[in-house]
């Protein structure tokens, strides 16, 4: 026979074939390494043991639905077909279902998820919101068959039977349980018939409460407009969901303590605060009775109607003093007044004139003559007295002092 000679691809669709077709859907167990997700959010890892290893792709719409965060380190158990990458000749699992594998795995993938949310904020104690003191209506989200919810129940009952229970019922264990969760969780919220919500369940192992570490309950227990208390399983258990609750129970007979009032406490409450306002208003009292008497005792000590009568007294005292002071201010400038005239009567030319006296001016530029040096003989001069003026000449001009 003619020997064949095959292309590398042949070869290698070749292989593709046969590992494809007779190898069926296989569960393997392996150590993640290598762990890596694309921007597309396909995950691509490696599964090893001491003695092989096997790289694996998952999908991004099968990747959206593991319960929990990949780590590199984690034993987990993957199921999916053996498929080939003939580009490269390499075989891969694609995987289509993964489980961790032990109480380790579970761990690492608890502490990885817990470690990532705690970084974006979803546990700070800034966001907690208060729990109410004083609710009439709680929201249970918890598996109406289960010890928990007969706990709350029993216990809310014996502190206070006022306060109502809401219960909405939800798986609490398996791949739906996380779903039914939100579902209460957003059906509270939607109508906002309860003051707040309480989410757990009793006891188990890590397997079991493994819903309550789930991100997607995580994201809406944060998101939750309403304070939600946390309730799941045993006092040394912790869940995810603790750390996002606003409150977290050790148990959820804890959980009904801590949310219902007791009937019996609030009673005390309501009688200390009815002693404390019946004290307050009768100390009120008693305090406006003494400013009363104080009041009426300083109207006895100061009758209105005296001091009215003092002060229009004081002010028609007021009154006549004004008035005096305006007429002697009046008299003494009417005095000073006269003066004024009497010094201006006898400072007045024409007045003097009156005694006999003349002024005499010169005709020309009736100028007055205050000197016989300032007139000559036969220059006409003017002459006035005290009724009128006339016209004279100066016929002789002499000295008084020896002049001709």
């Known amino acids: 026979m003619e020997e064949r000679i095959y292309s590398v691809s042949e070869v290698s669709l070749e292989i593709k074939r046969v590992i494809e077709r007779y190898i069926p859907p296989v569960w393997v167990e392996g150590e993640i390494s290598n762990y890596s997700v694309s921007r597309a959010g396909h995950v691509y890892f490696s599964l090893k043991d001491d003695n092989a290893l096997i790289n694996c792709v998952m999908w991004r719409n099968v990747a ?30 694609n995987v289509k279902q993964i489980r961790a594998a032990g109480m380790g795995s579970l761990y690492l993938a608890f502490e990885a998820l817990k470690k990532k949310l705690s970084d974006e904020g979803l546990f700070d104690p800034e966001i907690k919101k208060p729990i109410p003191l004083y609710p009439k209506r709680i929201g249970v ?39 039914t969760i939100i579902q209460g969780i957003q059906t509270f919220n939607r109508l906002r018939n309860v003051d707040l919500i309480i989410i757990g369940r009793g006891g188990g192992s890590i397997e079991d409460l493994w819903a309550f570490n789930e991100e997607k309950l995580v994201r809406a227990i944060a998101a939750s407009e309403l304070p939600i208390v946390s309730a799941v399983g045993h006092e040394v258990d912790y869940s995810l969901s603790d750390f996002a609750a606003d409150y977290r129970a050790p148990t959820p007979s804890a959980a009904a303590e801590l949310t219902v009032p007791e009937k019996r406490m609030i009673e005390r409450r309501l009688g200390d605060y009815r002693n404390r306002a019946t004290q307050y208003i009768l100390h009120t009292i008693n305090n406006r009775h003494q400013l009363l008497d104080n009041l009426a005792l300083r109207v006895s000590r100061q009758n209105p109607v005296k001091i009215l009568k003092d002060r229009f007294d004081l002010i028609a005292t007021l009154r006549k003093r004004i008035h005096q002071a305006i007429r002697s201010q009046i008299d003494q400038s009417v005095l000073r007044l006269k003066d004024f005239r009497g010094t201006i009567r006898a400072l007045d030319p024409k007045e003097i004139l009156k005694r006999g006296y003349s002024l005499v ?44």
């Open 64 to 93: 959206g639905s593991i319960p929990f965060l990949m780590a590199a380190g984690m034993r987990v158990i993957v199921y999916g077909d053996v498929i080939i990458y003939t580009g490269q000749s390499q075989y891969q699992i």
């Open 141 to 179: 989200v918890t598996s109406i068959s289960g010890a928990a919810v007969r706990d709350i129940i029993e216990v809310s009952g014996r502190r206070n039977p006022s306060v109502r229970l809401v219960i909405f019922p939800a798986q609490v264990q398996g791949e739906k349980a996380a779903d």
């Open 361 to 404: 001016y010169k005709e020309e530029k009736r100028q007055l003559i205050r000197s016989v040096k300032s007139v000559k003989a036969g220059e006409k001069i003017i002459v006035e007295v005290s009724d009128g003026v006339f016209k004279a000449g100066v016929k002789t001009v002499s000295d008084p002092n020896g002049g001709g």
